[in-house]
Structures are given as structure tokens and as C-alpha cells.
């Protein structure tokens, strides 16, 4: 076991995540827990597990610490590093506020083309219509998902495909492409902007640029991705739609999804739920029906998160296959989205 006695300098920043843990109790800990990675939490709570003592003074350091820096941070997302750097020269002198500017600047550098996340998707269109698409899928992948489902929308057929393909498979883009790229925007659009190194793309951010394009380009690259690449397709098709979106589907899709799910799932995949999707449910169901169902909750007693997940992805797939039979609409929230 682990005695901390030590001034905050000589320890490693997993030791001072581990002593911000124990310091914030379990029920706050527990919430940090869900935005970490697996391997994040086994790290952390293997250094948890190690730590016996903590002296005050040291655990009053790592709290000061931590609040400077969550303060800086909230600085630099309001007005920018400048702007960060001021405020904190006025707080706590201009020494500690380089030092904590230095820390995060690694962390909270500008993302390559963020000019671009100000303009107009037509404007964005007109700059990379009859580009590679490799290109087209690098600059996509630093945009908002609402604008690069209105990009990906206005491709011919063949090259939503292939955009779709490079960007859910991009992985690291090295610093020379980046500048290259941006260097030609800088020509175009009259903007600049320098980023040394990076990554973006993914599966993830092909998911929400789909579920915000129309069903008809989605069903395309689905298509098409079907032929090319069956495993990253079915990849893409699980991550489209999750459990928790049943909360936005409406009355009458709800009920009809009801129908088709047995009620062994149904316990399951509430019992990992949160209150919005288990009151979105309980409320199309007739009383008895939706008593009966909370009373399989509470007989299901504690439950593998497996199982839980296993049939949550199950009604997925029911609510999928329903969309695509036209008895349900799944609303992607684009403006221009009529159902009638």
C-alpha cells in the first residue's frame, strides 16, 4: 500500500487521479467512471486499490491543482487561450498561470479547420465538390455532423460511398497532410489555421453524420458498404441506433415496437435503462401490462450487463427492421424532414 506524503510535483498523474477519486467519495466517482476508457479504470482503480494514506496537505494540493486546471479549461472553451492566460495572470500571478497554460496546451490546441465549422455546408460543397476523396473525407471529419451530412448528401452516389468507407476507417492523419490540406482552404476561403498533430474520423463520426442524413443517402452507402466492406457495414448498423433513442421515437412507433419484443427483453434491457426510456415505455403500455412488466424488473434481481446489452441490441434490430418496412419512422432531426 501506497502512504502519499509527498508534494504534488513527484507524483505521477494517475497517483494524483487516484487521490482526486477517494477525495471526491464514490457516488461522484462513480459518475467520472462512465466517461472513461476500460483501460483508464482498470489503471485508476488498480491505483486506488494501492493507496493506504493520504496526508492533508497533499490531497489539499492535488484539489487546487485539479480546480486551476478545470478553471483554465473553462476559460479556454469561452474566449481562447489568450483569454484563459489573462484571467489566471489576474488569479494567481503570471508564473501559475504559464505553468497551467503549458499543461493543457498539448490538450486544447485548435482542431484543424475550425473556420470551417462556422461556414455555410453550400460554401463547404462548393470547395471540395471534385476532390479525391480521401480529401473529402479529411475535411469531413473535422466538421459538425450536421454539416457533413449535408455534404455527404450532395455527393453523387459513388462518392458517398467511398467518403463513408475512408472516413469510418480513418485512423491517424499525419501533420504534412494537414497542413497541405488546410493550405489549399487557406487560398480559397481566405483562412488559416496551423495544427500540428491529430486524429479524427471513425466509426463514430460516420454514425452521427448518418443518422443525420436522409434515409435514402443512408440506405445507399449502407448498400454500397454492404458489398464492400459487409463487417464495417454491420459495425456502422449498431452504433446508428442506440437503446436510449427509443425515448425519441413517438407513441404509435413506440407501440408498435411493443408488439414485436418479448417481454423477457424488454425486463432486460429496462433494467439497464435510464428513467426517461423506462417511463417512454411504461406509458404505451396498458396498465396491467406495464405492471406486470415491473414486477419481471424487480424478479430479475441483479443482472449480467451482457445480457442487458444482448437484448437491448435485440430491439434494436426489431426497431430497425421496422423502419426499413415503413411501419415506423425514425427521425434523423434534419430541418428539412417533413412526415406527413
Do not use: C
Not at 492533508?56 to 484563459?84: H, M, N, W
Not at 476561403?189 to 498533430?197: G, H, R, T
Not at 433494467?271 to 414486477?295: P, Y
Request: glycine content about 6%; aromatic content about 4%.
Amino acid at each position: 500500500m501506497q502512504q502519499y506524503k509527498s508534494k504534488r510535483g513527484t507524483l505521477t498523474g494517475k497517483q494524483k487521479a487516484a487521490i482526486l477519486m477517494v477525495t471526491l467519495g464514490p457516488e461522484l466517482s462513480a459518475n467520472i467512471y462512465k466517461h472513461l476508457r476500460e483501460e483508464e479504470i482498470e489503471d485508476l482503480t488498480l491505483e486506488i486499490a494501492n493507496i493506504k494514506r493520504v496526508e492533508p496537505q497533499v490531497r489539499d494540493e492535488v484539489l487546487v491543482e485539479f480546480k486551476d486546471i478545470a478553471k483554465a479549461q473553462e476559460y479556454i472553451s469561452t474566449g481562447g487561450i489568450e483569454y484563459a492566460r489573462e484571467l489566471l495572470e489576474k488569479a494567481l500571478g503570471t508564473g501559475k498561470a504559464e505553468e497551467i497554460i503549458r499543461r493543457l496546451t498539448s490538450s486544447l490546441q485548435v482542431r484543424p479547420f475550425d473556420f470551417a465549422r462556422r461556414a455555410e455546408p453550400a460554401q463547404l460543397f462548393n470547395f471540395i465538390q471534385g476532390e479525391h476523396p480521401q480529401t473529402i473525407s479529411l475535411i469531413m471529419a473535422y466538421l459538425q455532423p450536421e454539416q457533413a451530412a449535408a455534404i455527404l448528401s450532395s455527393l453523387s452516389a459513388e462518392e458517398q460511398i467511398e467518403v463513408a468507407k475512408r472516413l469510418a476507417t480513418m485512423d491517424g492523419t499525419s501533420p504534412e497532410v494537414l497542413s497541405d490540406v488546410e493550405s489549399v482552404l487557406e487560398k480559397r476561403l481566405a483562412s488559416f489555421i496551423n495544427q500540428e498533430s491529430t486524429s479524427a474520423g471513425g466509426l463514430q463520426s460516420i454514425v452521427e453524420i448518418l443518422n443525420r442524413v436522409d434515409r435514402s443517402t443512408e440506405k445507399t452507402i449502407m448498400d454500397g458498404l454492404d458489398g464492400l466492406d459487409p463487417d464495417l457495414a454491420e459495425n456502422i448498423r449498431k452504433r446508428m441506433f442506440v437503446f436510449e433513442d427509443v425515448a425519441g421515437l413517438d407513441d404509435r412507433a413506440i407501440q408498435r415496437v411493443i408488439r414485436e419484443v418479448e417481454s423477457k427483453d424488454w425486463a432486460l434491457s429496462l433494467k439497464g435503462s435510464n428513467d426517461i426510456v423506462q417511463e417512454k415505455i411504461f406509458k404505451n403500455m396498458s396498465q396491467r401490462a406495464a405492471s406486470m412488466l415491473k414486477e419481471e424488473i424487480d424478479y430479475l434481481g441483479p443482472v449480467r450487463l451482457r445480457d442487458v446489452e444482448e437484448a437491448q441490441q435485440r430491439i434494436v434490430a426489431i426497431i430497425r427492421k421496422l423502419e426499413d418496412a415503413g411501419e415506423i419512422v425514425i427521425s434523423r432531426g434534419g430541418e428539412d424532414e417533413i412526415i406527413v
